[in-house]
């Protein structure tokens, strides 16, 4: 079993990825974790303290001469914004923050909650899953994550290969597919930071390279939709996942809804096995499995909850009705969300592929996948 855990507070000393089940085998790139844990902090309407971090990836343990031996590997990134015994509590619990059930249900300080709930600590979950692609790389799978809406302004995806796209994306502020019609989204951003407001959006992760049967129908809790669902659910601000046509898909008959399948003998050496598709509304998954198409997930980020014009609020010490406190915050963090929901699906592919292929050693992996693929070309006649 594939897993991780992640430990720290927002101005704690630091966060703690540690990283279990990792195979053993796997060349590791520390700029591949850095590259990501950068563009974590980059995007059009962040706030002051990605001026101050400087996120670079320590790996601790689980590796000898950059490559993973098959223990647990943990990851550290120091905060150089580390303050948090001199800092006061707050008494006015922010709306759509954890503030007030936190403090409820831990009898707690609202600075003990808000330091942990903080979106700091996806510095830890960037880190799993860039160290998770690496792995997936590893068995030619690849995955790209963009922002499609900026607030009420859209972004549509776009086809093409992922090297081309993840071109576009890199050259973009706000990390969407369109970075040469972005001024209007800016200026939204800025309108709202004027009227001390924050901004959400919208980000697609597409996976490719996908072979069939990660995830199962036969439990619920091994769903590979399921899974990724509750992994991007989990990330700070996400209030909606979507796989495929999503939502869509209720407002449409199922003959505008479902992938005909079609065989392409051409393919038959590929994921696909030559079953192929002109449509992909399932997002490639049908019944909690993967189905060699790419998988595409969409979630949807709330704006920040910490205002520069705070709504109303109680003082939890009076009880009296004031406005609720200001912490340091972005604007907009959109571009951000991208790249942690991105890292996100990467971990949960990684998992869903060494529960299907298991192996101590990458090279079991991708033995196992190569057999269970000419099995099933023997098996089909293919």
Known sequence: MLRYWTAGESHGKGILALVDGFPAGVELNLEIINRELLRRQGGFGRGGRQRIEQ???EILSGWWRGVTIGSPIAIWVAN??????????LTRPRPGHGDLAGAVKYFSSIRGILERASARETVGRVAAGALARQLLSACQIDLLGYVVEVGPIKFPAKEGHLDMLRQLRDSSELYTLHPEGEEEAKDYIRKCQKEGDTVGGVVEVRVEN???GLGTHAQWDRKLDGRLAQAVMAIQAIKGVEIGLGFEAARRPGSQVHDPIHFDPSQVNSRTLGFVRATNHAGGLEAGMSNAQPIVLRAAMKPISTLA???ESVNLETKQPETAAYERSDVCA???????????????????LVDKFGGDHIEEIRQRIKLFEQMNRERLGL
């Open 210 to 212: 996908v072979p069939f």
């Open 55 to 57: 996120d670079q990836a």
């Open 309 to 311: 014009r705070p709504l």
């Open 80 to 89: 150089r914004d580390y303050k948090i015994e001199k800092m006061d509590d």
């Open 334 to 352: 959109i571009s951000a969300a991208s790249v942690i929901v991105e890292n996100v699906v990467a971990f949960e592919i990684a998992a869903a």
